[in-house]
């Protein structure tokens, strides 16, 4: 087990959810009638570096409580 993998993923998660709040804060300005097609992409690729770093820590929690096995190891 290694501890540096929990708090890792811990600041993954952190930096996720911190993203989202951001993200949710600014939603009412993002449907207004003057919006752009860019503003529509930055919000969805926010989304998605959401969703890619929730999933990052959660691997790396994962890690940390799994012993760092995985389905296909090292099976040498």
Known sequence: ?????????LFFVAIAGYFTYVLVD?????FIDSTTTWQYFVAFF???LII??????LSLMKRFFVDGTTKNGNAR
């Open 1 to 9: 087990m290694n501890v540096k993998d929990f708090f890792a993923g």
């Open 52 to 57: 890619f770093l929730f999933n990052l820590g």
């Open 46 to 48: 926010r989304v998605a």
């Open 26 to 30: 600014s939603m009412p300005k993002l």
